[in-house]
């Protein structure tokens, strides 16, 4: 029974108001004596509102494009340092690169660190989830109950695991920190090390440790539900989850899918693709059952 699980629901997502702020910081930190003529503006409460204006601006032609995998990173970048260009002449401050350097950030070049940094800010651990993926993977562990009696009296059968399938609005800047962040705090876990997650069309699930996958909306040119996807398609009649479920795992029985996600949007289109009302799940009531289960096989 494969599990499709929101990818968020295991890490920290914050409210888009943190990267707000961390680039607010950016301007308030760089920007002094670039615009001469209104130096003012970069240095009061109105950097809130010039960064508001330009999320709201570029919202639907540069976050979600790069979302959908319409953008390429660098193109991302690029075109964020168009918007933050008294970045071009910013000039590191001491230590400034070291402590960027120690991030493992895809960019190279200080303000393109600097952007990176305030765009991931969104992402982060929580410590209250430090055990959902080691629930995850115990729940799709499981033995094969007639090999089980026939190997009874010679050895203990090996586990089996069921398929874990992420699934995320995301881009490629936050999968890689995501990895990062995964690497270091699950190091029982073997995690691959050589993962492409670039953006490219390619809908196929990416493998980051075995058995576990990474289903993004970036690769698959989707979003994870029909409604989000015709925000930006409105031609289109597919979403991630149901080509997953319908076109990606078609020799799987819908019946043996298990859908668990903190979002309901995402559990009505589990339900418009077919699957059980009966195994899907919200994600706190899932992991508060799953997390207690798990202390008690320790």
């Keep these: ?9 295991i890490h920290a997502l914050y409210p888009i108001s943190t990267s707000v702020q961390s680039f607010e910081d950016i301007c308030d930190q760089y920007s002094t004596g670039c615009f001469s003529s209104c130096s003012s503006f970069f240095q009061s409460w109105t950097n809130y509102a010039w960064l508001m204006y330009q999320l709201s601006r570029n919202d639907s032609k540069l976050i979600q494009p790069y979302r959908l995998g319409k953008l ?10 168009h918007i933050f260009s008294f970045l071009e002449d910013a000039t590191p401050k001491s230590g400034e690169m ?5 991030k493992q950030l895809y960019s ?8 990176e940094e305030a765009w991931n800010s969104q992402i982060g ?18 033995s094969d109950l007639t090999d089980e009696k026939s190997q009874a009296s010679e050895s203990r059968p090996k586990p089996k695991m069921d398929p874990i399938y992420f699934i995320a ?4 800047l936050h999968v890689l920190q995501i990895l990062n962040m995964l690497r270091k705090e699950y190091p029982s876990i073997s995690f691959y090390r050589d993962v492409d997650v670039s953006i490219k069309e390619d809908q196929t699930p990416v493998e980051i440790a075995p058995g576990i996958f990474l289903c993004l909306s970036y690769r698959y040119q989707l979003f994870k539900t029909l409604d989000e996807t015709q925000t930006m398609n409105p031609g289109s009649t597919m979403s991630l989850l ?3 479920v319908t076109k990606q795992l078609k020799d799987v029985p819908v019946s043996e899918f298990r859908v668990i996600s903190q979002h309901q949007a995402d559990l009505v289109e589990a339900l418009r693709v077919g699957i059980d009302a009966d195994h899907m799940y919200q994600a706190e009531d899932y992991f508060a ?7 008690k096989t320790n």
């Design 1 to 9: 029974m494969p599990l499709i699980v929101n990818l968020s629901s």
């Design 72 to 81: 390429t990173t660098e193109q991302f970048l690029e075109r964020l340092l």
């Design 98 to 102: 070291e402590r960027l350097k120690s």
């Design 108 to 115: 190279k070049t200080f303000e393109k660190m600097l952007l």
């Design 125 to 142: 651990w929580d410590k209250k989830k430090a055990n959902y993926l080691y629930a995850l993977i115990h729940e799709a562990q499981r």
């Design 169 to 172: 609005n995301t881009n490629e």
């Design 242 to 244: 149901n080509y997953l």
């Design 289 to 295: 059952a799953q997390t207690t289960s798990l202390k």
